[in-house]
Antibody
Framework: EVQLLESGGGLVQPGGSLRLSCAAS????????IIWVRQAPGKGLEWVST????????YYADSVKGRFTISRDNSKNTVYLQMDSLRVDDTATYYC?????????????WGQGTLVTVSS | DIQMTQSPSSLSASIGDRLTITCRAS??????LAWFQQRPGKAPRSLIY???YLQSGVPSRFSGSGSGTDFTLTISNLQPEDFATYYC?????????FGGGTKVEIK
């Protein structure tokens, strides 16, 4: 069974850092893209970042560019989202999702999400 | 950046109804469009990709259509579990923006 499990969320002060993990199982991890999407409380979905199958294929929303870094460790079937210089408006539930193919085309599986709260 | 506009933002419907949600792109995106369902307190669920292709396991009462700038998600014979918020997302070029969502409520 395909599963994605996010972890690493929590409470952090503005300017701080967190590293989110998306641990995958049930499929050939190295062959699929993984994305991060976030949802601020009571708001809609916002695409954050995409990790393609190649380590060079990384993409970011303007709102996080230069502060967040996505990476993957195929030996651990895990994608990471390193979040630095966190701001109050980064507060959200962060979801990872698996692409249907090597790129993103709507995906087919989502994790349950991890909550990040940025507050002093 | 390509903007995605959904309408309506919310609607009320009854069990058994047929409803249509519209998503408009600010520029042509071919059929690089996906639809998602999100029930309250839950993670999103992928419904449709390529504007009209159902994800495995998605009931056939869901259907999608459109190309270029105008797209629709239709739900026939609305069921209790279909009351949720629906989002479109394009994946034509980065950034892959979502629409604002359409909340489907029980009448």
């Amino acid at each position: 069974e395909v599963q994605l499990l996010e972890s690493g969320g929590g409470l952090v002060q503005p300017g701080g850092s967190l590293r989110l993990s998306c641990a995958a199982s049930g499929f050939t991890f190295s062959s699929y893209a993984i994305i991060w999407v976030r949802q601020a409380p009571g708001k809609g979905l916002e695409w954050v970042s995409t990790m393609g199958v190649s380590f060079r294929n990384t993409y970011y929303a303007d709102s996080v560019k230069g502060r967040f870094t996505i990476s993957r460790d195929n030996s651990k079937n895990t994608v990471y989202l390193q979040m630095d210089s966190l701001r109050v408006d980064d507060t959200a539930t962060y979801y990872c999702a698996k692409g249907r193919v090597s790129g993103w085309d709507g995906g087919d599986r989502w994790g349950q999400g991890t909550l990040v709260t940025v507050s002093s | 950046d390509i903007q995605m506009t959904q309408s309506p933002s919310s609607l009320s419907a009854s069990i058994g109804d047929r409803l249509t949600i519209t998503c408009r792109a600010s520029q042509g995106i071919n059929t690089y469009l996906a639809w998602f369902q999100q029930r309250p307190g839950k993670a999103p669920r992928s419904l449709i990709y390529g504007a009209s292709y159902l994800q495995s396991g998605v009931p056939s009462r869901f259907s999608g259509s459109g190309s270029g700038t105008d797209f629709t998600l239709t739900i026939s014979n609305l069921q209790p579990e279909d009351f949720a918020t629906y989002y479109c997302q394009h994946y034509d070029s980065y950034p892959f923006t979502f629409g604002g969502g359409t909340k489907v409520e029980i009448k």
